[in-house]
């Protein structure tokens, strides 16, 4: 996502994004669409394991409302991510890049928790076409039109978690 995209989901606000880079990488920060602000905030990508000794970057969409490490955040914390395609890699370590066939923005869906900064993590299921030709996981996909009641309606993001991909994707490379 560029810069001037940042700025449109800014409402044309000046920011300057300090850590932004065009692909974001677990721990990398980017803007989060979240539950209590109409703006997104600048969060950090994975979770602290309940040990600390790994990162957490995806939960599953199946499992996420019987995790205790999970459940409550997501009830409480959900999140969109705005992005203009995403990556999976294939067995042979090779990333594919995924997006829109129409290129509009994505939205991911996922939830925050505070830990030493805010954080996100990304929900994911299993993969739909053209992912599922790369990989056996793709994240949660949100339209524009469902970001707010993925947000804001319990009920919505519970029936959410198992709804089909209805978002036309292609791969770019």
């Given at each position: 996502?560029?810069?001037?995209?940042?700025?449109?989901?800014?409402?044309?606000?000046?920011?300057?994004?300090?850590?932004?880079?065009?692909?974001i990488y677990p721990s990398s920060v980017a803007p989060v669409f979240?539950?209590?602000?109409?703006?997104?905030?600048?969060?950090?990508?994975?979770?602290?394991?309940?040990?600390?000794?790994?990162?957490?970057?995806?939960a599953r969409a199946e499992t996420v409302t019987q995790k205790p490490?999970?459940?409550?955040?997501?009830?409480?914390?959900?999140?969109?991510?705005?992005?203009?395609?995403?990556?999976?890699?294939?067995?042979?370590?090779?990333?594919?890049?995924?997006a829109r066939t129409d290129y509009d923005m994505l939205y991911l869906?996922?939830?925050?928790?505070?830990?030493?900064?805010?954080?996100?993590?990304?929900?994911?299921?299993?993969?739909?076409?053209?992912?599922?030709?790369?990989?056996?996981?793709?994240?949660?996909?949100?339209?524009?039109?469902?970001?707010?009641?993925?947000?804001?309606?319990?009920?919505?993001?519970?029936?959410?978690?198992?709804?089909?991909?209805?978002?036309?994707?292609?791969?770019?490379?």
């Open positions: 996502m560029g810069h001037k995209e940042v700025a449109e989901l800014y409402n044309g606000q000046d920011v300057t994004p300090p850590l932004l880079k065009l692909e979240v539950h209590d602000c109409s703006l997104p905030k600048f969060c950090k990508w994975g979770f602290d394991g309940p040990r600390n000794s790994t990162l957490l970057v995806n490490f999970f459940a409550k955040d997501f009830e409480n914390n959900r999140c969109a991510i705005p992005c203009s395609g995403f990556f999976e890699w294939d067995d042979g370590k090779n990333k594919h890049l995924f869906a996922g939830f925050c928790k505070q830990q030493d900064t805010l954080r996100y993590i990304v929900l994911t299921k299993n993969a739909t076409p053209p992912v599922c030709d790369v990989h056996s996981r793709i994240p949660l996909l949100l339209s524009k039109n469902t970001v707010k009641d993925f947000l804001f309606d319990n009920d919505f993001a519970v029936h959410f978690l198992t709804k089909a991909n209805t978002i036309p994707l292609k791969t770019v490379y």
